[in-house]
């Protein structure tokens, strides 16, 4: 350019003239490149770290528009006064078993118009502990939050016949395994009415779970995330521990499934002890029906749970850096601390409820039903949660569910199958280009926005769409109700008679004449 303006000296407007274009023609050339720049970003973003934005992920994610809802859409009269007798069930399982098991009552009742008798949990079997429903959940909470829907008493009352009083005996029923509303409506109900109580037991899945009926899905939603509100003192300790997270910045929450009982049950044994292995195989042998279970083999379609360091491996190569704070929902590890050696140097910020309890509480029986339920609000408050089996795992599927009701939180589910061939290589030696393998992977999984429902993935899982609604839907089914929709159903309440269900309802003595 110099040159040139050397040489031409005498010419000025000439030189304003060409400098005029080539200064046009450099920002044209600028445009280009960073477009070109642009474009090659764009093409390769698939196999840049840059792809999973770590930063988007403690934020919530994109709802699409859509909101949770669970009140009735259509017209759902209130339970009337008579019903056709008493529904008593056992929930047996853990507590999120048993959570679900709960929701399946309360639309048992509703479905055969039943008063339901606050459902048992069978605690001792599993948790060595004895809380009941009353030492875990907020009972007053639970029967006034479902008074539009069945009435529920704390007893089956007693009966006075012929001057005496006694109490009624309930008709002991097994009912079928995911058994559809028909069995309910025949069966069940006819021993209902010729016995005036039924007893359910077990109750754990025997209620099924696709059913062609919306209001009667959103019923279980309003039971799962309104009515069962864990009681005071459960909440104020899962709150204290979340502050004292959120004190230094977002936390995530993993459910670290790499226990006796999941491990036994997905046959993975050949990455343990000799003795170790004896105690899987024997605790198989007791718990699980026989099956000819090939290590190799599941371990190759991702049917094993995740060691610790595989889920460490993951998270930093999604890009979770070490001043990542971990909160750890788990029982007791298989395997000793030698399992988790290898993940703790990669996070060394990791909590458990022990940890953060300043009372002293959980320390006494960190087993327990409080346990649980204290891990569960966590995981469910936490920024990003993180299961690492959600095959049989009721925990995680239920905080799945919740968790998308909640307001669409960020949820990393690996994909085990896509993710075995990857480990199995690195253990062969075969590390390059691991992480950009594992951040394919993962691009595939959903982050926890609305989605379809896809089997096997259950509708405690995932109640979209059922569950929620749009404001601007195009389809009829999907919009809102009413924002007076309680005083619709408060006044349905009040003309059909039933306005006094609440005092009734919180009566452990109430009588009745049989007639």
Known sequence: MRRLGHRHQSKQSGVKGMFGRLSFAVIVLVICTVSLLSTVKSNTRSISRSEIDVDALWDTAASGGWRPSSAPRSDWPPPPAETNGYLRVRCNGGLNQQRSAICNAVLAARIMNATLVLPELDANSFWHDDSGFHGVYDVEHFIKSLRYDVRIVESIPEVRKNGKTKKMKAFQIRPPRDAPVSWYTTDALAKMKEHGAIYLTPFSHRLAEEIDNPEYQRLRCRVNYHALRFKPHIMELSNSIVNRLRAQGHFMAIHLRFEMDMLSFAGCFDIFTPEEQKVLKKYREENFAPKKLVYSERRAIGKCPLTPEEVG????????????RIYLAAGELFGGDRFMKPFRSLFPRLENHISLDTSGEL??????????????????????????????????????????????????????????????????????????????????????????RVQPESFYTNSWPECFCQMSAVNPADRCPPDNVLDILDSQLTTGGNDDQEESASSNSTSVIEK
């Not at 491996?313 to 990542?324: E, V």
């Not at 009701?405 to 390059?432: C, M, Q, S, V, W």
């Not at 394919?440 to 926890?448: L, W």
């Open 313 to 324: 491996l993951i998270l930093r190569s999604m890009g979770f850096d070490n001043s990542t």
């Open 363 to 452: 320390g006494k029986n960190s087993r327990g039903l409080v346990g649980s339920a204290v891990d569960y609000m966590v995981c469910l408050l936490s920024d990003i949660f993180m299961p690492t089996y959600d095959g049989p795992s009721n925990f995680a599927n239920n905080l799945l569910g919740h968790r998308l009701y909640y307001g669409f939180r960020t949820n990393i589910i690996p994909d085990r199958k896509a993710l075995a061939p990857i480990f199995i290589e690195r253990e062969k030696g075969h590390t390059a280009g691991f992480e950009e393998s594992v951040r394919r992977a993962m691009q595939n999984t959903n982050f926890g926005g609305p989605h379809k």
